[in-house]
């Protein structure tokens, strides 16, 4: 059962979806600016070190707690339907993500939907992979990737596109209620509409349809859950059972422990969607410590040549 810390956050969503369900939706850039999707937002600690650079052409953010490693580097893909999100709303996950797994950070601002669709996000996700590689220098053996919600889908999506291509695929990959069907097709998204506290069945096929602007919603690498997953990197699946997406997440072990990758399954009693994201509670804690175990169990530091 959820902690008290915890019911105390699934009250605050509850309210909230109530009070979004009685208003006019506001213009795209005040979602964007306003975009909180756990209880508040959490800003990245004073310890961390933020820097801006330009990964392969695609803007993004250093992230460096005390003492984390620089020779292994943890690309993280935040969420927000594709069309929302950004540093301001996951990028205290992500720091705590690092910390915890004692990994420097990359996060990725790809561009958004609906001015950007697919496969414009994933384009840039491959663009900053492809820089940490190239210019950086890391071995995809010391590379892991995480995401939550639509960065979950991406970083499986990456994975896919990478091996297809032939390319060097990273270490590890932490998926947190991943988005992998856009199809709409699980049962949770009938079976848990009354437990989850956030999204909607029709809020998340709008923020499907304008990210896939007429594209198939069974194309591999907009829903991964239609792709073939053999030859993945060790994947780690966090989700809540108060979570609409909860049947992507259980889908994609089936298919890709089928498909012979090593991968863990951690559903969360009465948690709701990323409810890594609401730091101050214990299960969040715990879920990024585990996280943080995984990756340091399964990446490996190697010098890079000459990167700065």
């Known amino acids: 059962m959820p902690s008290r810390e915890m019911d105390a956050v699934l009250a605050t969503l509850r309210q909230r979806q109530a009070a979004a369900a009685d208003a006019s939706e506001p213009p795209l850039e005040e979602l964007r600016a306003g975009f909180t999707p756990a209880d508040a937002r959490h800003p990245i600690p004073d310890d961390v070190r933020v820097t801006e650079v330009s990964a392969g052409g695609v803007r993004a953010y250093w992230l460096d707690a005390p003492g984390a490693d620089a020779g292994r580097i943890l690309l993280f893909l935040h969420g927000g339907g594709f069309q929302l999100g950004s540093l301001a709303s996951d990028g205290e996950l992500a720091a705590r993500m690092g910390r915890a797994a004692g990994m420097r950070v990359l996060f990725v601002e790809y561009r958004l939907a609906p001015e950007h669709p697919f496969p414009a996000a994933l384009d840039d996700v491959r663009a900053a992979y492809a820089w940490l590689l190239e210019s950086q220098g890391h071995a995809a053996s010391a590379l892991a990737v995480a ?162």
Not at 160 to 184: C, E, I, N, W, Y
Not at 204 to 215: F, I, S, V
Not at 226 to 240: E, S, T, Y
Not at 264 to 283: K, R, S
């Open 147 to 308: 995401g939550d919600s639509a960065g979950g889908g991406l970083s499986v999506s990456l994975l896919v596109a990478t091996r297809d291509a032939g390319g060097p695929l990273p270490a590890a990959a932490v998926l947190m209620s991943p988005t992998v069907d856009l199809t709409s097709s699980g049962a949770s998204m009938s079976e848990r509409v009354d437990q989850d506290p956030i999204s909607s069945p029709a809020l998340l096929r709008t923020l499907a349809a304008d990210y896939l602007d007429g594209a198939d919603p069974t194309t591999p690498l907009a829903s991964p859950l239609f792709a073939p997953l053999d030859g993945l990197p060790p994947l780690l699946i966090q989700v809540g059972t108060a979570d609409l997406l909860l049947s992507d997440a259980q889908r994609l072990v089936e298919t890709a422990t089928r498909a012979g990758v090593d991968v863990a399954l951690e559903i969360g009693e009465g948690l709701p969607h990323v409810y890594q994201l609401n730091a101050g509670t214990p299960e969040a804690a715990d879920a990024v410590e585990r996280a943080g175990r995984f990756l340091r169990e399964w990446t490996h530091d190697v010098q890079p040549r000459g990167a700065a």
